[in-house]
């Protein structure tokens, strides 16, 4: 599985849910003397608001999925997973019992609590975005495990150790040989021997104007 088939499996349904959240899931009427026969709609949003913040948790966890480290990899797999769960279950909580979320929303537009006896039905687009959430979690497994192979954006930025040392280490060298009391404008110390302390090897004289 190629690293973008394997995001846009997890990407395309999480798009399509959040595309129907502001849809009806479920209609129906209810019970209660206020709303008489009037007929009660409930949307995505207002059935299940939290499941569209997990749906933003996954784009989230998508994101460090592709572009993180491996340890970055492997967390960001689990939360992509769990919170592809969270999303389909809310949704099947509308969708699968659309006369308690008609029941719910009922006691919402009358100011009681809990919920009120109602009967309904789930919308197609209601089936469509459960559908959509089931297959976020199919996708996100294969993504999560597939993930564990790939090399991550951060990767290409480490520093490679075969290479040679920076204008740091060469900072940090000539501060060395201050606090051990030479002075790396004279030249390079040679190598200390055991008869005693290194010595300072000679600046490179230049040869006076004209030659001779």
Not at 105 to 118: K, S
């Amino acid at each position: 599985m190629t690293k973008r088939l394997a995001l846009a499996i997890v990407a395309a349904p999480i798009v399509v849910f959040l595309l129907t959240s502001g849809a009806p899931w479920a209609t129906g009427a209810s019970s209660d003397p206020v709303l008489g026969s009037a007929v009660v709609t409930v949307t995505g949003a207002q059935g299940a608001p939290a499941a569209i913040a997990l749906a933003l948790v996954v784009g989230a966890a998508l994101v460090a999925v592709a572009t993180g480290g491996p340890g970055i990899r492997r967390a960001a797999g689990v939360v992509l997973v769990l919170a592809a769960c969270g999303v389909m279950i809310l949704a099947a909580r509308v969708v699968l019992d659309p006369g308690a979320a008609v029941g719910r929303r009922a006691a919402e537009l009358t100011g009681q609590t809990g919920a009120v006896g109602a009967t309904g039905s789930a919308t197609t687009l209601g089936w469509l975005a459960l559908v959509s959430t089931a297959a976020a979690v199919v996708g996100g497994v294969f993504t999560a495990r597939a993930a564990l192979r790939w090399a991550g954006l951060s990767d290409r930025f480490e520093r490679d150790p075969a290479l040679g040392s920076g204008p740091e280490d060469r900072v940090r060298s000539a501060w060395d040989a201050l606090s051990e009391g030479h002075d790396p404008t004279m030249g390079e110390p040679t190598a200390t021997t055991s008869d005693g302390p290194a010595t300072m090897a000679p600046p490179d004289e230049e040869p006076p104007a004209g030659g001779r």
